[in-house]
C-alpha cells in the first residue's frame, strides 16, 4: 500500500511538473498569431555596438539585440541591394544568370516562386512594405496586401536637403555629394519620413486581430551618408581612424577596383584611383554617423511597438542587406565577395524564446525564409533552396552550416568556418583565378594562400564543394 501511495505521488508530480515544462515549448496554435516586423537597413555590415565596434553608437540596435538572437557569423549570398533583396525574399540561391545585380527582381528572375511576404498574406497576414524593402517598390506587388509605400518627396532618389546639393543632383550627369550635414531634424530626411510612417501604421494595427507582416527598409547608410547634422557630431573627426590594410591581399590576382563605379558618380570623389585618405577618412565618419541616425529611427519604431503591446507577440527580424568597404583592400561599396561584404548583422527576437544569446554558428540569407516558416507554423514552400536554422535558436551550440555560398556576377565563394575560397571565373562561368584567405591566421583577409602547396588539398576540396553547389542551385 505504502509502494502504491509513493508511486501515484510519483506519478502525480512527474505529470504536474511535465505539463509545466511542456509550456515552454510554443503550440502551432502559438505561433500561427505571431506578428513579423522586418527590418532592413541598406548597406549594413556589422558595424554596430552589440559586435564589439569600438567607439560606435547604436544604443537602440544593442538594446534589442540583448533581447534577442545576435547572429555573429550571418553572411548574405550577393552583395548587391537588389539581388541581395530578391535572393532574401524568396530563398532561393543567387547563380551565374539569376539575382545578377541591382536590377534584379523576383518576380521576373524567378516568377514561379513565392516570397515572403505573399506566402505570409496566403497564410491570412496582412502585409505591408514601407520604404526600401524590395530594391524596387513596384517588385512582387502580389507580396503586399496594399501597394508598396515611399515618402513622396524631391530628394527621395538621393536625399539631400540643401538646396545647392539637390540642384547638381538634377544633372543627369551628376550626382550630389558623398555625404551631406545638415542642422534639421529627423524627419526631414527620408529614414525620419520612413520611421513616422512605421509608427503610424503600428498605431492602426494595435486593435486589429489580424496577425500582420509590416517591412520597414531603411536607406542609410548607403550613400549619400546624409544625416541631421547631431549624428556627424556623435563622432569627432579627430576620433576617426581609416582602414590599416588600404593594400590589395597580397599574392592576390590582379587588382580590379571594386564598388569604385558606385562612390565615383558623386561630387568631391576623384574619378580614378587613388582616393585621398582625407575622403576615406570623411566617409567612414559619415558612415557611422548614418548609422547612428538610423539606430535611432528604429528604436522610435521599436518604442511604438512596445507602447501598443505589440512587442509580446511579434517576431523582429533585423537585417542589413549587405555590408561594406570603406577603403579595405583600398575598395569601397559592395560588388565583390570579400568579408566585409557579405558579412551582415543578423539579430532576431522571438517572443517565449530565449534572449540575449549570441550564436556563433554560420547561417546565410536564404535560411531566413524556411526559419519564419518554422517559427509561425506555416509549411515551407517547394521552391526554397535554404534551410532553417531553428535547430540553432533552440540550441546556440549547434555547429550551423558548414558551408555557405556567395556570389557577384564573375566573383563565386565559399567560406568554411575556418578557410574562405573566392574564384574569380569568365562570362560562361569557366575557371580564371582563385584566392584563399586562412581566417584563423588572416582574419582581415591581407594574404592570399591559394598558391602554397600545403594548401593544395585544401584548394581543391573548397574548389569542389563551390562546383558542385553551382551545380545544385541552377
Known sequence: MKNSVILIVLSLSFLFFGCKE???ELKNTDRENYNILFISVDDLRPELGTYGVKGMITPNIDSLANKSYQFNNAFCNIPVCGASRASIMTGIYPALNRFVDHKARADEDVPEAI???AHFKKSGYSTFSLGKVFHFPEDSPESWSK?????????LSKDYVIPKNRARQAQPDKAGPYYEIADVPDSVYVDGMISNKAIRVLD?????DKPFFLAVGFLRPHLPFSVPKKYWNLYPEEEIEIPNNRFWPKDAPGKRPFGFGEL?????VPKKYPVPDSIVHRMNRGYRASISYVDQMIGDVLNKLKETGQDKNTIIVLWGDHGFHLGE?????KHVTFQNTIQVPLIIKVPDMQSGKKVEGMVEYVDIFPTLCELTGLQKPETIQGKSFMPLLKNIKEKGKEYIFSRFKTTVSVRSDRYFYVQFIDDKGIFVNEMLFDHQTDPYENQNIAHLPDMDEIVTELKEILEKHNKTIN
Do not use: G, M, N, R
Not at 147 to 155: F, L, Y
Not at 204 to 208: R, Y
Open 22 to 24: 511542456d509550456k515552454k
Open 115 to 117: 516570397t515572403i511576404p
Open 147 to 155: 501597394p508598396a509605400w515611399q515618402p513622396q518627396v524631391p530628394h
Open 204 to 208: 492602426s494595427l494595435k486593435e486589429v
Open 264 to 268: 565615383k558618380k558623386y561630387q568631391y
Open 329 to 333: 583592400h583600398d575598395l569601397f561599396c
